[in-house]
């Protein structure tokens, strides 16, 4: 271990122990390559886990938060778990998530809306004429009745 005298400014003269060079430079080297290996291999895994989450359908927050549940100590997961639902009730209760519940947001995203389905319902009307399906006569028509000929 190599001593070194450094001056400060506005301080008396100090001795101050460093590492060996020779150790610290194959650290360092050492360092480095590895870091750059985990660089290259959490590349590898983002890129795999933003496919899944393109292709696959793969909620991403929801993956990691698995992938930190699958790393914890088996009580302290199982205490997570335990606890979890009673602070999203809290949450809920408190306004935290706001107004809208996330089954309220996914019902609304499967119904179409009234646009969508006055389009769907034009275009089956419009095909079942081009295949010979007239409307009744006004007289004997009900909304959305048809007869075929």
Not at 26 to 37: C, E, I, Q, R, V
Not at 43 to 70: N, P, T, W, Y
Not at 106 to 131: F, H, K, M, T
């Amino acid at each position: 271990m190599r001593q070194w005298k450094i001056r400060r400014p506005n301080m008396t003269e100090q001795t101050t122990k460093i590492v060996n060079k020779k150790q610290f430079l194959a650290l360092l080297k050492d360092a480095s390559n590895k870091k750059t290996k985990v660089a290259s291999i959490n590349g590898e895994i983002g890129e795999r886990i933003k496919s899944a989450v393109d292709d696959g359908h793969l909620h991403r927050q929801l993956f990691g938060l698995m992938l930190k549940l699958s790393r914890m100590d088996e009580l302290k997961r199982n205490d997570f778990l335990a606890q979890f639902p009673i602070y999203v009730e809290m949450c809920r209760e408190g306004g935290v998530f706001g107004d809208e519940h996330a089954g309220d947001l996914l019902s609304q995203q499967q119904e179409p809306s009234q646009e969508e389905a006055d389009a769907e319902a034009a275009a089956a009307n419009a095909a079942a004429i081009e295949r010979g399906i007239t409307p009744l006569p006004e007289e004997d028509e009900k909304p959305g009745t048809y007869t075929l000929q």
